[in-house]
């Protein structure tokens, strides 16, 4: 499997890109400049410079460094939320499909119904009942996302389960448990790590978005998509202030979206 990713033109690229994301926001101390967060009103919109490497925003802070930081705080949200999502949807829909019958009809129905509210809704309604924050943001993303990974789970383990080799895990007497996670999930996991590499994209394009809104972080945490909601009032008079984090928040995106698609070529070369 390594070696078929490092023979991947579009795999290396987005490891790579990848990589240097998690780069910058695990060093992010060294490589900012300044203090993301400190106010200098009398560097307002101050050019480019030693001090500031990209200028200064409307309040003096140092738009380089709150671009590093920002690495932090998406990867820092995303990462933790996909992995919850991936614990959670696994757990329900590896249970249902299982089991089936009236179980997962039930499970079926209920991922249908909820499935009918727009996540961006969902979200809008948790936050409003919880207030803002980044545990928040967290808690609304996870609730208006796991029945959608639950169900893809589901799916995999209902086509796993009609092969021949649970059947003959069961006639030598291996147990449900032992079916499950020492078959059935050994057997989903390349398609589950390609789907969650895509989701990791999905989740920050997603907070980010929530924070465009102005739902979620609050006013003046250097992550991404709260510069560019800060940045609105000056689209024509300072364009580079949207324009920074947009890029950022499209190379992040990209870099695991090109990696989890030529992830998918390698394991379905028939599907590609």
Known sequence: MVKEI?????AV?????????????????????????????????????????????????CI???????????LGIAIPVLLILAVISTFLGTVSAYIGGRFDRIFSIFC???MA??????VLSLVGALGQGILNIMIAVIFSMWVWFARVIRSYVLMEKKKGYVTASKIVGCSDIQIITRHIIPNILPAFIV??????AGIILMISGFSFLGLGIEAGVP??????SSAKPYLYSRPLLLIYPGIFILFTAAGFNLF????????SPEGG
Do not use: C, H
Not at 6 to 10: D, F, R, T, V, W
Not at 66 to 71: D, E, S
Not at 117 to 122: A, E, I
Not at 262 to 267: G, M, P, V, Y
């Open 195 to 200: 789907y969650f590499s895509t989701g990791v």
């Open 223 to 228: 992550e991404w998509g709260a510069m560019l």
């Open 117 to 122: 509210f727009p996540p961006l809704l969902v």
């Open 13 to 61: 690229i987005g490891l790579i890109m990848m990589f240097i994301v998690a780069f910058i926001a695990v060093f992010a101390p060294f490589i900012a400049v300044n203090n993301p967060e400190e106010i200098s009103p009398a560097q307002k919109f101050a050019r480019f410079s030693g001090r500031y490497p990209l200028g200064a925003d409307q309040l003096g802070r």
């Open 64 to 74: 380089f460094s709150r671009l590093i930081y920002g690495a932090r705080y998406s």
């Open 260 to 267: 989890g698609e030529a992830l998918r070529d390698i394991i």
């Open 112 to 114: 249908d119904i909820f």
């Open 6 to 10: 490092l023979k991947n033109k579009q």
